[in-house]
């Protein structure tokens, strides 16, 4: 079996026991074996089964899909921009979705249900706004300008949540769990508004797989394969901005994950292929983030905290010391 | 000549490139025939590059027309353009863990579609291409621990994966040792005589003189001379163009360019003269 291989497998069976664990681990304790059962269709009834159906699923399912959606994010725009400092963070769409957010938890605190459709359409916008202005002038599309117009982006956008949380600082407080990023238990609710998005961007992203491979031997090697460099990194792009959008509207600004897990997947496995990369993140984004929410629910249980810091106390640990190995 | 009827395998007219603002390209013209190698020189700036690149579809094209078996360049596109000709850049970066038979499939890749998997054919191009450019010695080590020349070779292999008639390789030899420099000269040549058509750049005026067909000589954004190395590279033409003081010879096949590298060096024996084959 090859190292890729054996990463690859390691990653399933942690992505295995953090989504047994999110659905056994809380409050209250639920066995194993029940929760097994109940998954399969074979539950006790009980309050068991009812912790486990109508809490915990649609929370893990939640965990899942997003840390999933942030891996291959980050996946793929590492891929097209050859950029390692390349997250969901440099194309603008998280600073956007915080400030979609922040805007109605302080301005229209009546109509908070608004505010994943908020987040979702100001991290689209941020994202746009990038792509138009590294798409304009001279040396159009190139990786320079798309992360230089997506930090500005970023800044900008940053600097107008600071604002408007100076100026309603009594809001602050509620505004912290979305900013520090959390799940909730309304998970098939917030997924049926934004799936299509993740739906999207997850298609668009496999069809990068093998155009992101052209692209890491350079854009002379991948225009030689008949493709567009500008065209794979816009691409790449746009589904990074679709699935960390949607992310950010249901889950917060979580886009370290995008940052750090596709480093780890590269430096475990020992090869940047993108047909191991991509969907080794977006296992390992799931673990992640299924681990770091079932911490987050049950340290000070019944007290929920933010799961973007358990996230990061989990993640870098592991990367500074697969850092430390790496050439 | 005969075949009228069939267009040449390159016809490049009137090429211009206008990048940033600075004209690199003026009237430049470039045809090719099938199985032949031909050799691009010029001083440095002059527009080689530029233009290679430019009629591979790789590079702007800013004016002109460039045609590929009489079919416009900008009407091909995607896979067609990976089968009509193959484009081997000077260095290429070196994703990390990639081997050399991965990179040569991501060469293979250009044939397939979108989602589609590697069939066995594909498979049996890829070793081909390995086999071909001498690369199966090291063709499980990862690109990073590859040196300069096995690189090259390398690189070749990923063009040969694309199985395009032409392949375009820009200097491929300018950071190479001797050793190097001959091993993949003699590999260009050796593929353009199994029939492949084969566009160096190359600074070295004693390689091209010895492995191409023809050379065609770029200067000042245009092309001022084409045809076989002892009819263009003559030492008038090294003088006006590189303003060199030099000549080259040729005796059995091997090749030397002899230069006054220093003033007040002695004029060189006449019959020294590069001779035609």
Known sequence: ?327 | MAGRQEPPLLEAEGVAVEIGGAQILREAELTVERGELLAIVGPNGAGKSTLVRAVAGVGPLSGGSVRWSGRSLGGIRGRELARVRAFVPQRMPLPAGVDVREAVTIGRSAQLRPLGRLTGADRAAVDGAIERAGVERFAERALTTLSGGELQRVQIAIGLAQEAPVLIADEPTSQLDLGATIGVAGLLRSLAADGLTVIVVVHDLALASAVADRVVVVAGGRTVAAGAPAQVLTPQRLAEVWGAEAHLSEHNGRTALHVAWLPGTSAPPVEADVRAP
């Open chain 1, 1 to 327: 079996m090859t190292r890729r291989t054996l990463v690859f497998a390691a990653l399933l069976a942690a992505l295995l026991v953090a989504t047994l664990a999110s659905l056994a681990l809380g409050a209250v304790k639920v066995p194993v074996s029940e929760v097994v059962n109940v998954i399969f269709g074979n539950g006790h009834g009980g309050p068991d089964q009812k912790i486990v159906e109508s809490l915990r699923l649609p929370r893990t399912v939640e965990a899942l899909i997003v840390g999933a959606a942030l891996g291959i994010a980050g996946a793929v725009l590492q891929g097209a921009l050859g950029n390692p400092l390349a997250s969901p963070d440099v194309i603008g769409v998280t600073g956007g979705a915080g400030f979609g957010a922040i805007l109605i938890i302080v301005l229209f605190p009546g109509s908070i249900a608004l505010l994943p459709l908020s987040a979702l359409l100001f991290g689209l916008l941020a994202a746009a706004l990038v792509f138009a202005f590294a798409w304009s002038g001279r040396n159009r599309g190139s990786a320079t300008k798309v992360v230089l117009a997506g930090i500005a982006m970023l800044s900008l956008f940053t600097a107008a949540t600071t604002g408007l949380l100076a100026a309603y600082p009594d809001k602050a407080p509620s505004a912290i769990f979305f900013i520090a990023g959390g799940l909730t238990t309304s998970g098939w609710e917030d997924l049926e508004t934004v799936w299509p998005y993740f739906a999207a961007g997850l298609i668009v992203a496999a069809f990068l797989i093998r155009p992101l491979d052209r692209l890491s031997l350079g854009d002379d090697v991948a225009a030689s394969l008949g493709s567009r460099p500008q065209a794979i990194r816009l691409g790449a792009g746009i589904a990074a901005a679709l699935l960390t959008a949607a992310a950010a509207s249901i889950a917060g600004l979580l886009g370290f994950l995008g940052l750090v897990v596709p480093h780890v997947v590269r430096m475990a496995g020992g090869t940047s292929s993108h047909a191991y990369v991509v969907p080794a993140s977006a296992v390992g984004g799931a673990a992640l983030l299924a681990a770091a929410d079932t911490l987050a629910r049950t340290l000070r249980a019944p007290v929920e905290m933010p799961v973007g810091p358990f996230m990061v106390v989990l993640g870098v640990p592991l990367f500074l010391w697969l850092l430390r190995k790496a050439v």
